[in-house]
């Protein structure tokens, strides 16, 4: 919580309302100076004019002693109140003893009684604490961030329903979805079911206890598009129901219910939500709202095993999360069997979406041509659901469509999918990347072509913009490309035929300009990508890409990059760390980073390294296919893998370049994908596995 609500809160508070509070011995316990207490905030406690619960305890101090007195709960996020014995405000103090914890250290004006307030810094909030006053003071911690509590909405207790709603006047994620935290007193051994009802939004139930300690989540088990969570107490620590949303941007209202005793469970996947309500927000910095997500018009649309379709994409479709169309259709699914579903079209670059009982899976490009292919076994008879969309790039594609449901698990193929096979203008990014789309742009050597990098561009997986130029060379002759602008900062990338490992660069030019100089080994086309560097996210602007004959060094000149806001890959403060020959357990939430780009979740995590030692990073994950990202000092782009670890996990081997912290991001290949992991750091190179993923199998 911030300093200055509770400065505020206080300032009125303990003028007006401390007078009030019982000032007789018997309300108080006593304290002595250097022997810690415990208590708890119960339900029963008295009440600041905020809601927040307190308990008073008084102690003998000297004049002229220094004292310090500290509060911690794992429960609430810790307030401490240092009075006089009238109850005059003294000191207080919110999170200065790190981790949300409470301390203030204070000089005693006279040899008197004095009052500490033992206080939760959000309304409602319980649980258990440890108070302690000690004489003179004790260094501050490195460290006193809050994380893991928050704003709390208010109490319900099991037999109580409540009604709310989830806007702009309440709190909100930073992936956009609103949420509202309610405080559940329990005792030991009692089962309870809770409840969280609407008809104008999507809701999710996530039950935790502490500092973002999460027990269990749900989204449609109360039926539709209702959530339920049942769960049986082990102790009696307070609990917390964060009630919030299944999309982003939805608003509306919602009934919690905290109902005794077993209530049955629906399976996941027959949530159809069709509420009339649209959320909405403004776009850009004026006033004009526009649909974010809308909901699908007519009536479900149905296939069966071994049936083709025809159908039509169209804006009055849903408009999906990343401003794609979607439109969902429905399987009913013979419980065991193995099923390939074939998304194929002429008019848009198709991405295709699967989920259901035991199935959550994603595809681009892995059909016959440009279709898009998903090969499953489906143990459960469903329902399931099968998205059919888009690609992002371009944007809000629409058009014609054929839908098949194969009774048999067809392989992928591999790289079948050409830029001729491609709808007009059809990008490739869909759920994991981009494909440049437009009219072809080509330089020769000898040209200097002036170009411009714009928002309509392919949105390459780190959140730059790319455009693609094509030049053809002769083998066995050297070029130089080099790529400046004074809008951006540039990085410059080359692949084609006969060039095996990665090829890019950032300031081996002139000033800031990126250069690439090297011999061309076949005669044939080569693809030119011109980018920016990710200090400045979705940079765009002006640029000059030059071909000439012949080799040329790089050239170390001071770069004075042009300015822009900073906003890296994942921004995440106080993150965890791993080191060095650690394994760490972890999950992946919806309340984790939400990267639009590509519609997954990331986590990240701080490992230190040291220059030219080499590591083998492994991410592996039985809920989702594994993805990794690591950045860092004298890392350009970040480093990426997908499925070297084997059984679609990943592994990423390399070496450091500096001295310094690393960022390691855990990701998804798969949109919306959450689950548990294993994440760990060796010593050394490992192989790379070259099975293909398969999670079907």
Not at 10 to 24: M, N
Not at 136 to 141: D, E, F, I, L
Not at 230 to 258: C, F, H, W
Not at 290 to 312: K, N, Y
Request: include cysteine.
């Amino acid at each position: 919580m911030s300093a200055s609500r509770r400065l505020l809160v206080l300032a009125l508070a303990a003028i007006a309302a401390f007078a009030a509070l019982p000032a007789t011995l018997a309300a108080q316990v006593p304290l002595m100076v250097g022997r810690p207490a415990t208590g708890r905030l119960l339900p029963s406690d008295p009440t600041f004019p905020d809601s927040t619960h307190y308990k008073l305890y008084a102690f003998v101090g000297n004049r002229g002693d220094t004292v310090t007195a500290e509060l911690t709960s794992d429960d609430f996020d810790a307030n401490l109140i240092l009075t006089d014995g009238n109850g005059n405000r003294l000191a207080s103090d919110d999170d200065s003893d790190g981790k949300c914890n409470a301390r203030v250290t204070y000089r005693l004006p006279d040899a008197a009684n004095y009052r500490i307030y033992a206080n939760s810094s959000y309304r409602s909030e319980l649980g258990s604490f440890r108070l302690t006053v000690v004489k003179g003071s004790r260094p501050a911690p490195a460290d006193t961030s809050c994380v893991g509590f928050g704003r709390v909405a208010g109490m319900i207790k099991v037999g109580q329903n409540i009604s709310g709603a989830l806007n702009d006047s309440g709190a909100k994620f930073t992936d956009s979805i609103y949420f509202a935290r309610w405080i559940l007193p329990v005792q030991a051994n009692r089962t309870f079911t809770i409840d969280m009802m609407s008809d104008d939004l999507d809701p999710f139930l996530r039950l935790e206890r502490g500092h973002r300690d999460l027990i269990v989540e749900n989204d449609d088990g109360g039926g539709g598009c209702n959530a339920r969570i049942v769960y049986t107490t082990t102790e009696d620590r307070p609990l917390r129901i964060i009630a919030m949303t299944a999309s982003k941007n939805q608003q509306g209202t919602y009934t919690l219910r905290v109902s005794d005793g077993v209530s049955p469970t629906s399976p996941k996947g027959n949530c159809r939500f069709s509420s009339g309500a649209v959320a909405s927000r403004p776009i850009g910095g004026g006033g004009t709202l526009l649909p974010v997500s809308t909901p699908a018009t007519g009536s479900d649309h149905a296939i069966a095993p071994g049936q083709t379709v025809t159908g039509r994409i169209t804006t009055a479709d849903e408009l999906w999360i990343d401003t794609t169309y979607i439109q969902t259709w429905t399987l009913t699914a013979v419980a065991g069997s193995k099923y390939t579903v074939d998304l194929s079209s002429d008019e848009f670059d198709p991405y295709l979406m699967v989920d259901g009982p035991g199935v959550n899976d994603g595809d681009l490009h892995s059909g016959q041509g440009c279709a898009a292919r998903i090969a499953a076994i489906f143990p459960e008879a469903g329902p399931y659901r099968i998205r059919v969309n888009t690609t992002t790039h371009p944007l809000r594609q629409t058009g014609r469509f054929t839908l098949s449901v194969i009774k048999d698990s067809l392989p992928k193929i591999e790289g079948d999918c050409s830029p001729s096979q491609r709808p007009t203008g059809g990008g490739g990014g869909g759920g994991g990347g981009g494909g440049g789309g437009g009219a072809a742009r080509t330089i020769a050597s000898g040209q200097t072509m002036t170009g411009q990098l714009t928002a309509n561009d392919e949105l390459f997986p780190d959140t730059t913009y790319l455009q693609r130029w094509t030049f053809t060379a002769v083998a066995g002759r050297a070029y130089t490309i080099d790529l400046a602008s004074d809008d951006f900062e540039p990085y410059l990338m080359v692949e084609g035929p006969g060039i095996t490992e990665f090829q890019g660069n950032m300031h081996g030019g002139s000033g800031c300009a990126a250069r690439i100089s090297r011999v061309f080994p076949q005669s044939g086309s080569y693809t030119i990508k011109v980018n920016t560097t990710t200090a400045v996210r979705r940079a765009t602007g002006a640029f000059r890409l030059t071909v000439t004959d012949g080799q040329r060094d790089k050239i170390e000149d001071a770069c004075s990059p042009p300015s822009g806001a900073q906003e890296p890959l994942i921004r995440e403060t106080g993150l965890p760390t791993i080191t060095i020959g650690q394994t760490v357990q972890g999950r992946l939430t919806r309340q984790d980073v939400f990267r639009e780009i590509d519609s997954t979740y990331a986590q990240s995590w701080t490992l230190r390294g040291t220059a030219s030692q080499t590591v083998t990073i492994d991410l592996e994950s039985d809920d989702f296919d594994s993805y990794l990202f690591v950045m860092g000092p004298g890392i350009a782009r970040s480093n990426q893998d997908n499925d070297s670890g084997g059984n679609c996990n990943a592994r990423l081997t390399m070496t450091f370049p500096q001295s310094g912290d690393y960022q390691v991001v855990v990701n998804t290949d798969g949109k919306y994908a959450t689950g548990a992991f294993t994440l760990s750091v060796t010593n050394g190179a490992k192989p790379k596995s070259l099975a293909r993923c398969r999670r079907d199998q």
